[in-house]
T-cell receptor
């Protein structure tokens, strides 16, 4: 069966510090991978998605970037965090064009 | 503008009191509608996929239905462990997945 791992679960970082969040998927090959941000009381906002190694599409201009160095690994990064980067970050995967997304357990990021 | 709207924002029920959550959508073309359950501090957990109007899916106390403009998640005789936020998402023809803001359900014993 497929599983998705996302870490860390919580993170407190000062403004201006770098960020690296990791996500790995097991039990499937060539998944589509996604990074979402969830704000309280609002829908999930798609940040990045990837259909293959080295292929990254960005949905919104921001202070973040994403990379996919391996088939089942997706990384969300920032060189310098802003206060507005605080939030709940979710990694997700799916296979097939009409299949549902499957989410990790998220990372709660607080920028102080 | 394409959008997905869930109502109510919050719902408080007594244990055993059945009710329904609504997800209405205005999108250019629907390829699928998904329901998720999200517990506090966790990622959304997939529940159902509906692909065409008239389709229904059931799982334990939950039943999801779909029309051309909206979907309902019916909860029959809920228990406290059904308390969670329920999200719906619409997959559009252009491959965009659009999420609603969710309904926060609380079931009191």
């Amino acid at each position: 069966s497929q599983t998705i791992h996302q870490w860390p679960a919580t993170l407190v970082q000062p403004v201006g510090s770098p960020l690296s969040l990791e996500c790995t998927v097991e039990g499937t090959s060539n998944p589509n991978l996604y990074w979402y941000r969830q704000a309280a009381g609002r829908g999930l906002q798609l940040l990045f998605y990837s259909v293959g190694i080295g292929q990254i599409s960005s949905e919104v201009p921001q202070n973040l970037s994403a990379s996919r160095p391996q088939d089942r690994q997706f990384i969300l990064s920032s060189k310098k965090l802003l206060l507005s980067d605080s939030g709940f970050y979710l990694c997700a995967w799916r296979t097939g064009n009409n299949s549902p997304l499957h989410f990790g357990n998220g990372t709660r990021l607080t920028v102080t | 503008e394409d959008q997905v709207t869930q109502s109510p924002e919050a719902l408080r029920l007594q244990e055993g009191e059945s009710s329904s959550l609504n997800c209405s959508y205005t999108v250019s073309g629907l390829r699928g509608l998904f329901w998720y359950r999200q517990d506090p501090g966790k990622g959304p957990e997939f529940l159902f996929t509906l692909y065409s109007a008239g389709e229904e899916k059931e799982k334990e106390r939950l039943k999801a239905t779909l029309t051309k403009k909206e979907s309902f998640l019916h909860i029959t005789a809920p228990k406290p462990e059904d308390s969670a936020t329920y999200l719906c998402a619409v997959l559009e023809n252009n491959n965009d997945m659009r999420f609603g803001a969710g309904t926060r359900l609380t079931v009191k014993p």
